[in-house]
């Protein structure tokens, strides 16, 4: 029977030999493929830290072999726990690996590192690009590994290249934001939020709950559902409408917006009804919703059905039960969420004005298949904000696009492969005129 | 999306604090620290906080590790009531300045009753298979008599 040193030994080599390895498989991909500042310093990271794991290893063995003291329980459980965080880190190493440049919309990247940037207190957070094999984009966080100053966004593989689809990744910002705001403790409209919550748990749940377990489970809905809403609310401000529209998109895609559970909330997420509603008071409020309500689009339309659904109608479904009072706790909430958002977010009327005023040019380049990075105004060029092009880019996808294509030889609006080409276009377009007000930003700030 | 894998460090931040709190009263009962007054501090928040039945805080950032449902669940499974109470007890004793023969047994104890948690929060790192979600009926009878 081996000894207990001799098990430790042979645990700990295992350990080394996992850490190794992926420090290996980092270096060779780094010289392969080009990669942001950001996925570049979490490479580093990962060496750092694996030099760090195989010293701390080795040196526990080393004390263990060469002094009296003994192995015990406790050695094993370091052990496992050292095992446990790379078997952690080895699940993001693959998806930052595949993040490589040439499969992300890089402008929009950098336009949303720059957003988050203007964020108080966040004016130096990177953000990491994880291209996962779901369907689906999230902002991942392990709980025991929280990073401060780096925000893991994953995004779906299939969906990298589409810029439309990705503007969705404000939305996985906003739960950085969210957890951020939760470490830092300094903003005041934060805080009573946190108030309003527990207000409303202490009325309406708590006594009722019988154990710190179920309290616990109880709150931690509420949270999420909070985080959901802020997060919607967080990207509006900086998107605009067109974060709406995406989320439409992409809910569909997934089979989320389906007329039988669109009051329905689950343990993670507000009923899209209620989330669509907020979205349209807050475009509203911020004037962004005067310059799209008319749209001729079912977008728009759908946003007006969902708001108009009445509370009553909303049902928190778990384990296909509806659950009662959890979800009139939760709309008590629902107003300190927007005066959070407004407290953190740039002020955005200015946006919707420029908007309001640029789309119609801003379509006649796409109809004419020209970037709209400059615009003639009174002799001279302009240029819109990015913001604008993103906007006015999705208002004439929803609207225009057979437009575009009658005006061209052999190409069929009902035709899918065609249709598919020109959304790609009108992306590709959009992108360019993003990065072109970069590159004039980034001169203008070099002199 | 996280994988299970992922979903599950919350286990390990629990294990974690187990481990930071054995590994410093195994150094007291060894003889070669002294009594680890901020860990046990940081234990002795964490219980209380779980023995009010709310350790939950909105507005706090979760990384502490007895604040999810699945954190105070695991505890709950691995230690009955008065376990707990015996814990929040004996930490609190070895806090105390007074001179106190029992010290290293009482330590001991602790050491042992955090194993035990440690144990089980590894074994749901590990595995698959997620902590029982809350029981649904017991939930809605909680509510509706409110």
């Known amino acids: ?447 | 999306m996280p994988t299970d894998l992922q979903s599950r460090t919350q286990y390990l931040a629990l294990a974690e604090f187990c481990q930071r709190i054995i590994s410093s009263l195994s150094e007291y009962v060894n003889g070669t620290a002294e009594v680890p007054a901020s860990d046990l501090q940081a234990v002795l928040k964490a219980l209380q906080s779980v023995q009010s039945g709310d350790p939950y805080k909105f507005g706090q950032r979760a990384a502490a590790a007895l604040v999810s449902y699945e954190q105070v669940r695991t505890l709950e499974e691995v230690w009955k009531l008065p376990q707990l109470d015996d814990a929040v007890k004996l930490t609190g004793d070895l806090l105390t300045n007074e001179d106190d023969d029992d010290k290293v047994a009482k330590a001991k104890k602790v050491i042992d009753l955090f194993s035990k948690l440690q144990a089980k929060a590894l074994w749901n790192f590990e595995q698959p298979k997620q902590t029982a979600p809350p029981d649904v009926g017991e939930l809605c009878r909680a509510l509706k008599t409110a």
């Open chain 1, 1 to 447: 029977m081996p000894s207990p040193q001799n098990s430790l030994i042979h645990e700990a080599t295992s350990v080394f030999r996992l850490v190794e390895s992926i420090d290996r498989y980092v270096a060779e991909h780094e010289n392969l493929f080009a990669y942001t500042d950001a996925t570049q310093d979490f490479f580093s990271d990962v060496h750092t830290g694996a030099a760090a794991t195989k010293g701390s290893v080795a040196e526990l063995i080393r004390k263990l072999s060469q002094t009296p003291e003994r192995a015990e329980l406790r050695h094993q459980r370091e052990l496992l726990i050292h095992k446990g965080h790379w078997r952690t880190l080895h699940t993001y190493i693959k998806p930052a690996t595949d993040a490589h440049t040439l499969n992300l919309p890089l402008p929009l990247i950098r336009m949303a590192t720059d957003d988050l940037r203007t964020t108080p207190g966040m004016s130096e957070i990177a953000i990491v690009v994880l291209l996962t094999p779901e369907l689906m984009f999230y902002h991942n966080m392990p709980q025991s590994h929280f990073d401060s100053e780096r925000v893991f966004v994953e995004v779906p593989y299939s969906q990298g290249p589409s810029f439309f689809a990705s503007l969705i990744i404000y939305h996985e910002l906003g739960h950085y934001v969210f957890e951020k705001l939760k470490m830092d403790q300094a903003s005041r409209a934060f805080v009573d939020l946190a108030d309003a919550q527990e207000q409303a748990f202490a009325q309406r749940l708590g006594p009722a709950l019988p154990s710190a377990s179920l309290s616990s489970w109880a709150k931690g809905r509420l949270d999420a559902w909070t985080k959901e809403i802020f997060c919607d609310l967080f990207a509006l401000r900086h998107l605009g409408p067109a974060f709406s529209f995406t989320l439409i998109d992409f809910l569909a895609l997934i089979g989320l917006m389906e007329e039988e559970t669109v009051s329905t909330f689950d343990q993670e997420h507000p009923a899209a009804a209620l989330r669509f509603r907020e979205q349209m008071t807050r475009l509203d409020k911020d004037g962004w919703w005067a310059h799209v309500s008319d749209l001729p689009s079912e977008h728009v339309e759908l946003m007006k059905r969902l708001a108009r659904k009445n509370e009553s109608d909303y049902i928190f479904e778990f384990q296909n039960t509806g659950i009662p009072v959890f979800v009139e706790a939760f709309l008590s909430i629902v107003p300190s969420i927007h005066a959070l958002v407004v407290a953190i977010t740039p002020h955005s009327p200015a946006a919707a004005e420029d908007f309001g005023r640029r789309r119609q040019e801003i379509e006649e380049c796409l109809l004419h298949g020209i970037v709209p990075s400059k615009l003639l105004a009174d002799g001279t060029t302009l240029s819109p904000k990015p913001v604008s092009m993103i906007n006015a880019a999705y208002c004439f996808y929803l609207t225009r696009l057979p437009e575009l294509m009658k005006k061209l030889e052999n190409q069929e609006d009902w035709n899918l492969e065609h249709r598919k080409n020109w959304v790609e276009r009108l992306e590709a377009w959009t992108m360019k005129g993003i990065e072109d007000a970069q590159l004039l930003a980034q001169s203008a700030d070099d002199g």
